[in-house]
Structures are given as C-alpha cells and as structure tokens.
C-alpha cells in the first residue's frame, strides 16, 4: 500500500498535468506542501453537485484527489480544486522573494503554496473575513515566519503594494484598492463570477500607470466575495460568459469610453479584445 508521501507526489504530479503547469515549482510547492495540516483532522465532508458526502475516514491518504473538502458546509465553503488553483498560480508566474497578498485565505492551504513559491525571501499577507477560519489559518501557518494572517475583509482594508494579489472567492469587478495596491508588473488574479453559472479566472498585469493587460485563464465557479458584488454586473455578466468568448479579452481598461473592441462594460472599467494602449496582442 502507497503511503502518504507518496501519493502527495503523484497528486502533485496529476493537479499540475491537468492545470497544463509549465512553471516546475508548482508540481514541487503541491508535492511538499501536506494537505492534512490545513483541512483539520477527519473524516472530512467531500462536496459534490448534490451536497457534501462523508469521507468516513480519517486516513490523510484520501484527501490526495482533484477534489473540494468543506471548510465549513453551513457556507458552502470549501477548500478549493488543486487543479483549478495549479493553473492559477503557473499563471501568477511568482518569483523568489515576491511580496503577496491573498484574499480569502480559507484555513491557510493555498496561502502555504503562495508561501512556498515565494519562499522566505518573500513576504504573504493571508486575508480572511471568517474568525473561525482565520484562527485556523493562524495556527496552520504560523510555522511560516514570512506569512501573516489578517482577520479583516480583504476588500475594505488598506493592502500592502504587492507583486501578486490573490483572490480565492468570486467578484463581480476588480475594486480599485486591488488594483492601487498592484507594483508595476503586479498581478491581480481573481475569479470574475457572474449571478449564476459559470465565470472566469481574470489576470489583470499592470504594465503601466493605470494600464493593464488582462487574460481570463479558465472557467471558474467560487464563493461570492463580500465587498466586491454588484448585483447588476453579475447579470450582465451571465451573458458575457454565455457567449464563450472569453478567451478574446486582452487588456483591462479604466477612466475611459468602452470602443468597439469592449468585451464587457463595467461601471468605471470595461474588459477588451485589444491589448493594452490598442496592441495587439
């Protein structure tokens, strides 16, 4: 029988495969970064489309599959897809010693990857709105000395300027504070989620002062985030996302009249199939 290492290397392995990661230090943070020491002790409540299903175990070994274990299922909460997150970060593109910001940082395990690749030449500061979970996350990092975690909503505080910030639950729009804070080439990436339905991951990447390429890099479905909804744009957005043309947005625009190359106009902002300062890209 396998024992948990090892399965934490082929899951590593399979979550980076199927996230297509060229970046080689995502399979290595998923291979050294334990799972276990962030979900609590088991069995542990598995969701799925029709509601959440006991592990009835406690053996860490089950937790290594591309699956969401619930953080807290009153909420709907959950400890998001590994492959969904590899993705993610191989897209973040993070280098040693880069400052990062997380913004719903749940119980600490995808802080801890944040973590990992930035290592402790970098600096982490971990939001969570939740106290429950943020005393968790307190706990389950608080071996990470470059890692800080901030009971605070993560749309209202004051962020530290950062080369990466990093969203774990669904916006209707990039608020302003997450794009004031971003360091030039800074990148936000956040999950752009319609009322219903599916959205989209968007990573927007300052190139210049208020100028911004952005790339929505793959479907994505998460918690709403409180402090960044607008009921109005999440229905604009059903459409937007129904016209499975996402993949043509190029550059995020603000302070400026939407043209003919609008994908999706926002109040304040609108998304482009023309790069930054009309390139194409």
Request: with cysteine; net charge negative.
């Amino acid at each position: 029988m396998a024992n948990v290492d090892t399965l934490r290397t082929f899951y590593a392995r399979y979550v980076t495969a199927h996230g297509e990661c060229k970046d080689p230090r995502i399979q290595q943070a998923f291979a050294a970064v334990e799972r276990e020491n962030y979900l609590g002790p088991g069995p542990w409540q598995v969701f799925t489309p029709t509601g959440y299903i006991s592990t009835d175990t406690a053996d860490p070994a089950v937790l290594y599959q591309d699956i969401l274990f619930g953080l807290r299922t009153d909420r709907g909460l959950n400890n998001g897809e590994p492959s969904l997150h590899a993705r993610c970060l191989d897209a973040a593109a993070i280098s040693p010693g880069e400052t990062i910001t997380h913004i719903g940082s749940g119980t600490g395990y995808y802080t801890a990857l944040l973590a990992h690749l930035t290592g402790d030449t970098g600096k982490v500061a971990a939001y969570e709105i939740d106290p429950s979970l943020s005393v968790r996350a307190s706990s389950n990092l608080a071996h990470l000395k470059h890692v800080r975690v901030v009971e605070e909503s993560g749309t209202s505080a004051v962020l530290p300027r950062s080369d990466l910030i990093y969203i774990s639950a669904g916006a209707t729009h990039p608020l302003n504070s997450w794009l004031e804070a971003l360091n030039d080439g800074g990148r936000l990436i956040f999950p752009l989620t319609p009322n219903r339905g599916l959205g989209g991951m968007l990573r927007v990447t300052r190139v210049g002062s208020d100028t911004y390429a952005a790339k929505l890099i793959c479907p994505a479905m998460f918690i709403e985030c409180i402090g960044a909804r607008d009921d109005a744009t999440g229905e604009s957005l059903v459409n937007a996302f129904a016209s499975n043309t996402a993949d043509a947005v190029r550059s995020l625009r603000l302070k400026t009249l939407a043209d003919h190359s609008a994908w999706f106009v926002g109040a304040g902002w609108w998304l482009s199939t023309s790069g930054p300062n009309n390139s194409v890209v």
